[in-house]
């Protein structure tokens, strides 16, 4: 299998992006991506693009986004895993690239969540489940999914509303220091306390919003890579797996099945002993602040039960265990769903090339980053180990 | 880069199917592949799902089929490439396994276009394009599209309604002996000339009808290939190519780029010289009668202007230069869009194995046969080839 590495990402500024159609606001990137990558399109042989949709009236969307960015007529398709659908599209272009197939992928991640109006936008992401057992039925919402886990984390393991809270206010503190977040601001214990319920125990500063963005990163062969840059940024491993559509077939409520999987087979491929410790840095899918608690345990970072002490100890700070979505995260970055994964990996490729500016640029000693993907509630999930060059592919 | 073969294939009845949910319909086909292949799910890496979606409900079509069909927790991910999805979730399987990433991976198209009312998906099909600039300020519809094809190409090359007339015949003609066509019936050149105009100088009997259905298939390397069977067909080589979204900006309205473009891709891969007395059969996307008598030129089995006479002179007959559409194609076949490239796949491989029954069976000299499927209207443009073990890989 050849090895593939991160040559290039863009991102666009995260947020209400009234000022953009969605081939606009994906060029943002794109254009950003091949700049860093120091290629232009005919440089490119294919491309992916990641977007959920459903909130645009354009049925074509890989095809609208390849002829504004200038990469008609080069192969295409649109990939969708839910939230994670920008992992699975770096998965898609990762294995055209490890074949043999291609040699240099441009993978696009896009969504304008803000052309519908809000409530629409509630109720199509409360589809992210099964329609008929759980919306239709039984009226869950998004945010009602993550609440089952919540409720069953903080009564198994006497975890409390503000240790979830300490996840909060850690995402916006980095993320006030990320010109492309949307929220660039910080909010203190008693903000988040008093924010309204949205589904008990999770409240408004729980959770990540509606958020119009787009992401782009160039993947290359080694060949390629090697000619393009002289800080590559390897994939070392992806690892996939998928979760029930019925929440009531889970086993349990306080991890994600589908995130251990993904974790475990993306250790196996990188050869990668699991040890947070190795880890520079991690980006991790936090829509609701329960999930990013819940990612700590099922990617091993801390014991099962245990991960709630390490937000309430900031061991995911700078300077602690692991430092944790220093990009703000979903929470406070903003979650585009269809461009969160290629948002993440192009985060971890900068900061293990210490391109970041400011105090949100990780101590980079390893040289190894993690990102960590989720679609719906453990629906999808993709886990990425990303590594600079040394120690070599 | 590792050798892929189809080892298994399976297809529900196409057609209007009020009796099966998205789920249960997609279980008929992967049932059939997997006893085609002799495995069970634990056998199987992964699955890749083919749907273009809009119809249902389901927001989450990949995680939802792959409960039902027993497949989770496997890695998934829906792919969409409009009616080419189901060649582009095959282009990702074949990858992933070319790679080395998996050995043994599913592809499941399911479409429920049905679920729609007829004028709901006679509006969602017409967003086929530019949503702005074609569908919403000129009122064009999928046909409209293609129907601009059609007037260009009898105008220029002096063709007639009578040509166009002929596929459909022939379509129609070998739908009859396919059991799980949409329409087994035959049709004569009075009815498909008096049948009403949708789209001057398209008429009823020239268009694809609005399906239900679902295909499924197994990929595996070459080393699982052998251990699963005597007779695997072996993906010779995929080609892909996208087009404008604008119909604006096409060269020309009598061939579409793509399609050259990915066969030419296709056929660099496969080592094939292109001639098409070399293939015991095509299976090729007649969305509209148009469009198959576009493909031929395409692909190169006629001069450009010169694909009707194969269609009037009946040289696309078994018997003739080359064999198209003994399945009976979208037009009498159905075509449920993200399972038609699927099940495309799945005929040829059936084909090649000398399983079909009756005389619609081609008559296998060579081992080759060909796909060619397209989204939208040479927005995505898939070529597969295929072959019988002989020659080896």
């Known amino acids: 299998m050849r090895s593939v590495a991160v040559v290039g990402a863009g991102q666009s500024k995260f947020g209400r992006r009234n000022d953009a159609r969605l081939d606009e606001l994906a ?3 794109v254009k950003q991506a091949m700049d860093d990558a120091g290629i232009v399109q005919n440089d490119i042989d294919s491309f992916v693009v990641s977007t959920v949709g459903g909130w645009s009236a354009e049925l074509l969307p890989a095809v609208f986004v390849g002829e504004y960015c200038g990469l008609e007529p080069k192969p295409t398709m649109r990939v969708e895993a839910a939230c ?3 992992s699975a599209a770096i998965y898609q272009a990762y294995s055209s690239i490890a074949s043999g197939l291609a040699d240099v992928v441009a993978v696009v991640g896009v969504e304008k969540m803000t052309e519908s109006p809000t409530s629409v936008a509630v109720e199509l992401i409360g589809r992210a489940g099964n329609y ?8 869950m919402t998004f945010p009602g999914y993550y609440a089952l886990y919540a409720t069953a984390y903080l009564s198994k393991y006497g975890a409390t509303e503000k240790d979830l809270a300490e996840i909060a206010i850690k995402n916006h503190y980095y993320g006030s220091m990320n010109p492309k977040a949307q929220f660039q601001k910080k909010v203190n214990l008693d903000e988040v306390m008093s924010s309204k319920y949205v589904a008990w125990p999770l409240k408004l500063l729980d959770c990540s919003p509606i958020t119009d963005g787009s992401a782009a990163v160039i993947l290359a062969s080694e060949k390629m890579a090697r000619k393009l840059t002289k800080d590559p940024i390897w994939i070392r491993g992806i690892g996939a797996a998928s979760g029930t559509a019925n929440m009531s077939l ?3 409520f306080v991890g994600l099945k589908a995130a251990r999987l993904a974790a475990k ?13 190795k880890l520079d840095l991690a980006e991790v899918h936090d829509c609701f602040t329960i999930a990013e608690l819940l990612a700590y345990e099922d990617l091993g970072f801390s014991r099962k039960g245990g991960g709630f002490k390490m937000a309430r100890e900031g061991q995911t700070y700078k300077g ?4 944790v979505n220093l990009s703000g995260g979903l929470k406070a970055k903003g979650h585009p769903i269809g461009a969160t994964g290629v948002s993440m990996v192009g985060e971890v490729t900068r900061q293990l090339k210490s391109q970041i500016k400011g105090d949100r640029q990780a101590d980079i000693r390893n040289g190894w980053g993690l990102v960590h993907n989720i679609g719906g509630t453990g629906h999808y999930a993709y886990v990425t180990l990303l590594s600079q060059d040394k120690g070599g592919q």
Chains 1, 2 share one sequence.
Not at 132 to 139: A, D, L, M, V, Y
Not at 320 to 323: E, N, S, T
């Open 84 to 86: 994670a659908s920008g």
């Open 320 to 323: 602690g265990v692991l430092p």
């Open 27 to 29: 060029w943002e990137s």
């Open 132 to 139: 008929f057992w759980e919306f239709e039925n039984f009226g």
């Open 250 to 252: 889970r086993e349990d």
């Open 265 to 277: 087979s993306a250790y196996q491929r990188a050869g990668f002993d699991g040890d947070p410790k």
